[in-house]
C-alpha cells in the first residue's frame, strides 16, 4: 500500500511518540496554572519552544505556538495588513501560487483598502525575486512568498527575494510559508532572510493541530485569536504543551536525518519519475530546486479524479492539488497560474514521497500507475508530446 | 431422509451468486444508502460515489456539501471506500445549460432526465467502467427483471415511489451494467431498513425538486436571473378577450394550469399555446387544452431494447407520476405520432414520453421527447 501523500501528512514518528507517550499523564494540566501540574506543563511546552527556537535559527520569544499551518498563515497576512492599513502601507504582494490559507484572509483585506498584488510564477513555477522586484514600491506593507510550492514541489530562492524586498519595499514584512520545506530544507538561513515564517508539525512526523509562527523580534503583529494572555500575550488560547513538545521532538529527528533522508528520497523521486515518463506522463515543471519527494505529474487526455480513484483501488495513495468541501477534486489555482492546456491540468496527480518511503513501494507505485493508466484508456501521446515543444 | 433447502432470493439481481465489484451512486439520500446497505448484504465489495455536480448553492437533492457528508458517512457505516466525482462542468453543459435554453425557446425540458442520461448513467457509468467496476448501482425506485433471459428496465414495485420513467431513456447496454437494488422495497421498508441498520439518513425528507434550483428562488428565480424574461399578455383563445399578464412569459408551459386563473365564464383556463415572438400567451377551457396526437422526432427516441412497436397498442406517461395512457405509435413525414386513445391534457414541447409494455405493463419500452 504504497502512501504517496506525504506532502498532505506524515506518519507520527516513533521518537515522538514515546517521548509524548509518559508526557499524558505528567504534563496534562494548563501550562498557565501557578500549581506544581501546570509547572510541569509549562517546562515541557518551554523546553519546546527552546528547542524549536534553537532548531530554526531563532530566539524562544519568537517561537509563537498555533494551532498549524493554516492559522501562521491567516495570522502573517492578516496581523501585517492590519497594521499596514494603520501606518498608511496599502499594498500587500504575494504570489498567485500561494496556499489559500495565504491568498484568502489576502482577498480579504481588498475590501478594506488593501491594494492586492499577485506575483506570477515562472514557467517553472518558480517565484523569481526578479519578478517580485517589479511589484515593490515603498507602499507595501507585506510580501509573502512561500518557500516551496505545496502542489509543485518548487523551491524558491529566499534569500534573493528577500533581499530585494529590503532594497525596494523598506517597510515590507517579509512572511513566508515553510511548511512544505521544514521536512527537508535547512530553515536558518530562511529565518535568518525572513520576518515571519509558517511551520507545521504533521508534516515533519508530529501531530496535527501544531504550528509555529515564527515573529522575528521587533515584528509587531496584531493578534489573531483574542481572550488571554498565553504566549506572550501574543495568541491567546490554552497551550498545547504535548503537541509542542511532538513537534520539536518531530523537527529535531528532521533535522538530524534530512540529509540522508533527503538524499535517499530524492533518489526514489527519480526513479519513480523515469518510470512515470516512460508511461508517458509529464512532469508539469522542470525546475532546477524542488523538494526531494515531489512528483508533479499530467497524464494527458485523463480525468485527475478518475486517477486519483483508480490508484486508490489499487491500494496506491496520492492526491490532487485542491478540493473543495464536498471531497471533489477542482482544477487547483496553482496549475491555472502555470497555464497548462486543458487536456494536460485535468489529468494532474500530486505524488508525495516521504521519509517512510521505501524501494518496493516505487516498484508497487509504479505497477499500480502503469495498470491504472491502461485500463483508464492510455495517456494521449499527442497532446503529451505537444508539451514538450 | 433428505431434505433439500431451496435458498429463495427476495432480490433476484442483488443476490448474484457472484460477487461484483459494484459502484453504488450515493446521493445522500435514504435509497441510495439502503441500495448500498443491500449491496454489501449480498456480498458485493461495494464502493460509494457522489457525484458533485453543481457549482452554486442548493439546498436539496444531490449537489449540496452536507448530502456528500451524509454519503460519506454513511458509507463509513458501511465499511465501504467512498469517492466523490466533480461532474459540475458536465452537468453544467449537459443539463443546466440545455434546461435553461430550451425555456428559451418555449420548451420544458425534464433536467432530471437529462442528467441521468448524460451524466449518471453515460459519464459516470464510463468511468465506472474504465475503474473496473462490475456494475453501477443506484438507489432509483425502478427495477431490472429479466425477460427470455434479457435484462429489462421495469417499474419500481412501489407504485407512488416508481422512478422508472427518468430512466426510461436508458439503452440496453445500460441496463445490462445496472443493479436497483431498491426498486424491489415500498418506500417505507426503505426507511425501515436504514433504521434498523442506524444509518443518518434514515428519516432525511425525500427532494422533490430539481437539485440545482433552490427553494428560495424557485424555478422563476433561477431562471430569471439567467434569461431575459419577459412580461406576456394572456389570451382567451376562443373570445380573444385579454385575460391578463405574466411576468414572465418564458416559463409558461403548455398545459399549465397554475397561475392562468378561471375565464369570463367562470371555467378554468390551461395554457394551450405560447407565441414568443408576441409575448402572447393564449389559454383554453379544458376541453379545447386537450390532444390526442403528440409529436416526436425519431432522433429523440430511444429505446430499452427492440424497436417500439408501430401501429399496435403501448401504455405512454407523459409525466413523472403521470397515470399510464394508452396510446399508439405511428410513422409520420418526420418523426413519429404518438396517438392516445383518449385525449389528454396538453404536454409542453421537451417533456419525456415513457413508454411501456401493454402485455406485461412494468416493462419499459423506451422514451422520446414532444417535439
Known amino acids: ?389 | 431422509m433428505a431434505v433439500l433447502v431451496v435458498f429463495v432470493c427476495p432480490r433476484p439481481l442483488v443476490c448474484l451468486t457472484e460477487q461484483m465489484e459494484v459502484a453504488i451512486a450515493m446521493s445522500g439520500g435514504v435509497d441510495s444508502s439502503v441500495a448500498a446497505a443491500l449491496l454489501v448484504e449480498a456480498g458485493h465489495e461495494v464502493t460509494g460515489v457522489t457525484l458533485r455536480l453543481w457549482g452554486g448553492v442548493s439546498d436539496s437533492g444531490c449537489c449540496s456539501a452536507s448530502d456528500v457528508d451524509d454519503a460519506r458517512r454513511v458509507a463509513q457505516q458501511l465499511g465501504i471506500a467512498h469517492h466523490v466525482f466533480n461532474l459540475t462542468e458536465e452537468f453544467q453543459a449537459a443539463v443546466v445549460q440545455p434546461y435553461i435554453d430550451g425555456h428559451a425557446k418555449g420548451k420544458t425540458p425534464n433536467p432530471c432526465v437529462e442528467c441521468n442520461r448524460t451524466v449518471k448513467f453515460e459519464l459516470l457509468l464510463e468511468r465506472c467502467r474504465r475503474l473496473g467496476f462490475d456494475r453501477l448501482a443506484t438507489g432509483h425506485h425502478a427495477r431490472i427483471v429479466e425477460r427470455n433471459g434479457v435484462p429489462k428496465l421495469a417499474r419500481g414495485v412501489d407504485d407512488l415511489k416508481d422512478q422508472s420513467y427518468v430512466l426510461s431513456m436508458l439503452p440496453a447496454s445500460t441496463i445490462a451494467d445496472l443493479l436497483l437494488p431498491v426498486g424491489e422495497m415500498q418506500k417505507s421498508e426503505v426507511r425501515e431498513r436504514a433504521v434498523a441498520l442506524g444509518l443518518r439518513t434514515a428519516m432525511k425528507p425525500d427532494s422533490q425538486d430539481v437539485c440545482f434550483i433552490r427553494s428560495d428562488e424557485g424555478r422563476e428565480g433561477f431562471l430569471g436571473e439567467r434569461l431575459n424574461v419577459r412580461p406576456g399578455t394572456v389570451i382567451d383563445r376562443a373570445t380573444g378577450v385579454q385575460m391578463g399578464s405574466v411576468a414572465a412569459v418564458q416559463l409558461v408551459t403548455i398545459g399549465q394550469r397554475r397561475g392562468i386563473g378561471a375565464g369570463p365564464d367562470g371555467e378554468r383556463r390551461y395554457v394551450v399555446g405560447v407565441d414568443l415572438k408576441r409575448d402572447v400567451v393564449e389559454v383554453a377551457a379544458l376541453e379545447h387544452a386537450l390532444q390526442r396526437r403528440l409529436k416526436v422526432l425519431s432522433s429523440s427516441m430511444t429505446t430499452t431494447g427492440d424497436a417500439l412497436p408501430l401501429n399496435t397498442s403501448v401504455i405512454v406517461q407523459v409525466s413523472a407520476h403521470g397515470k399510464p395512457l394508452s396510446c399508439v405509435l405511428e410513422q409520420a413525414s418526420d418523426g413519429f405520432d404518438v396517438v392516445l386513445d383518449v385525449p389528454a391534457r396538453l404536454v409542453a414541447p421537451g417533456q419525456t414520453l415513457a413508454f411501456y409494455d401493454v402485455n406485461d405493463p412494468d416493462i419499459v419500452l423506451g422514451s422520446a421527447i414532444v417535439a
Not at chain 1, 496527480?349 to 521519509?355: E, H, I, M
Open chain 1, 1 to 389: 500500500m504504497p502512501y504517496f501523500d506525504h506532502a498532505a501528512a506524515t506518519p507520527v514518528r516513533l521518537e515522538v511518540l514515546e517521548a509524548i507517550a509518559p508526557l499524558f499523564t505528567t504534563a496534562y494540566a494548563n501550562p498557565s496554572a501557578g500549581h506544581a501540574s501546570g509547572r510541569s506543563a509549562r517546562a515541557v511546552l518551554d523546553n519546546a519552544r527552546e528547542e524549536i527556537a534553537q532548531l530554526l535559527g531563532a530566539q524562544p520569544g519568537e517561537i509563537i505556538f498555533t494551532s498549524g499551518g493554516t492559522e501562521s498563515d491567516n495570522w502573517a497576512i492578516a496581523g501585517t495588513l492590519e497594521r499596514g492599513l494603520r501606518e498608511g502601507l496599502p499594498r500587500a504582494v504575494v504570489s498567485s501560487i500561494e496556499h489559500k490559507a495565504v491568498l484568502e484572509p489576502a482577498e480579504r483585506f481588498q475590501a478594506r483598502g488593501v491594494s492586492l498584488v499577485l506575483v506570477e510564477p515562472n514557467d517553472d513555477g518558480e517565484v523569481t525575486a526578479q519578478a517580485l522586484g517589479a511589484l515593490l514600491d515603498e507602499s507595501v506593507s507585506l510580501v509573502s512568498i512561500m518557500a516551496a510550492n505545496n502542489e509543485l514541489g518548487v523551491v524558491n530562492d529566499l534569500g534573493a527575494i528577500a533581499k530585494t524586498v529590503r532594497q525596494r519595499a523598506s517597510r515590507a514584512v517579509i512572511h513566508t510559508d515553510a511548511v512544505q520545506v521544514a521536512p527537508w530544507l535547512d530553515l536558518q538561513a530562511a529565518t535568518a532572510a525572513v520576518d515571519l515564517m509558517t511551520v507545521s508539525s504533521h508534516k515533519l512526523g508530529g501531530l496535527k493541530g501544531t504550528g509555529v509562527l515564527l515573529a522575528k523580534e521587533g515584528v509587531r503583529l496584531d493578534a489573531f485569536v483574542l481572550g488571554g494572555a498565553q504566549e506572550l500575550g501574543r495568541r491567546a488560547g490554552t497551550q498545547d504543551a504535548i503537541g509542542a513538545m511532538a513537534m520539536a521532538v518531530a523537527l529535531r529527528c528532521a533535522v538530524r536525518d534530512r540529509e540522508i533522508d533527503g538524499a535517499r528520497v530524492a533518489k526514489l523521486r527519480h526513479r519513480f519519475v523515469q518510470g512515470l515518463l516512460a508511461l508517458g506522463a509529464t512532469e508539469t515543471v522542470k525546475a532546477k530546486h524542488m523538494l526531494p519527494g515531489h512528483a508533479h505529474v499530467a497524464f494527458a487526455g485523463l480525468a485527475t479524479d478518475e486517477l486519483l480513484v483508480g490508484f486508490d483501488r489499487a491500494g496506491l495513495a496520492a492526491a490532487a492539488g485542491s478540493s473543495c468541501a464536498s471531497g471533489a477534486t477542482e482544477l487547483s489555482h496553482v496549475v491555472a497560474a502555470l497555464g497548462r492546456d486543458d487536456d494536460v491540468a485535468k489529468g494532474i496527480v500530486r505524488f508525495s514521497l516521504g521519509r517512510t518511503t521505501t524501494n518496493d513501494d516505487v516498484t508497487e507505485a509504479l505497477a499500480i500507475v502503469e495498470a491504472t493508466v491502461g485500463r483508464l484508456g492510455g495517456i494521449r501521446l499527442p497532446e503529451a508530446a505537444r508539451l514538450l515543444d
